[in-house]
């Protein structure tokens, strides 16, 4: 069955980089995805990875995948406090359009 | 361009009342989604739409819930009759059919039913 677990909170301070978690089981998965979620709003999308890949970037976001493990990374550099919100990571799998989601990791950005 | 368009935004409503959510996807996407979250059971899918018709319902609670997709710009979620464990966020997302198949969603309706 499809499981995507996270870990639920993590805290940084302002201008370190910030390591969010995420593993799936599904061996199908076709790509996965990175949201996030402020109070009160909905989900904003920021990356995603084919599950081929290993490694993408862009800008101050780079996304890790391990697909032996089956381990997923997103690492934002130079975090800032504009940067606390949820995080999200999801997956879609072969034959099925629709995302699977973590529980989600809130990350805290101290002064 | 507008996003994904959600009404209402908030909804409070008495339990055994009729609850409907409304859903305009982005112009030229095919894929409607719609998604529940509460505190307990996080993001999960309700149901989604291909070219206007439902193709996984497996998420949709009971019979209570209904979706429909009349078109390419509309979809509606109904909840008859509404019940409090019904109190959640209920996102409406829309994607294309190629590509990554990224999801772009709504603000959200948030429902409380008392």
């Known amino acids: 069955g499809e499981d995507v677990e996270q870990s639920l909170f993590l805290s940084v301070r302002e201008g370190d980089s910030s390591v969010i978690n995420c593993t799936y089981t599904d061996s199908s998965s076709t790509y996965l995805y990175w949201y996030k979620q402020e109070p009160g709003a909905g989900l904003q999308l920021l990356t995603y990875i084919f599950s081929n890949m290993d490694m993408k970037q862009d800008q101050r976001l780079t996304v890790l995948l391990n697909k032996k493990d089956k381990h997923l990374s997103l690492r934002i550099a130079d975090t800032q406090t504009g940067d606390s919100a949820i995080y999200f990571c999801a997956e879609t799998t072969t034959g099925r359009r629709a995302l699977t989601f973590g529980s989600g990791t809130r990350l805290q950005v101290q002064p | 361009d507008a996003g994904v368009i959600q009404s209402p935004r908030h909804e409070v409503t008495e339990m055994g009342q009729e609850v409907t959510l409304r859903c305009k996807p982005i112009?030229?996407?095919?894929?409607l989604f719609w998604y529940r979250q509460t505190m307990m059971r996080g993001l999960e899918l309700l149901i989604y739409?291909?070219?206007?018709?439902?193709?996984?319902d497996s998420g949709m609670p009971e019979d209570r819930f209904s979706a429909k997709m009349p078109n390419a710009s509309f979809s509606t979620l109904k909840i008859q009759p509404s019940e409090p464990r019904d109190s959640a966020v209920y996102f409406c997302?829309?994607?294309?059919?190629?590509?990554?198949?990224?999801?772009?969603f709504g603000p959200g309706t948030r429902l409380t039913v008392t």
């Open positions: 739409f291909n070219n206007n018709v439902p193709i996984d």
């Open positions: 112009s030229g996407h095919d894929y």
């Open positions: 997302a829309s994607s294309l059919g190629s590509g990554a198949y990224e999801q772009y």
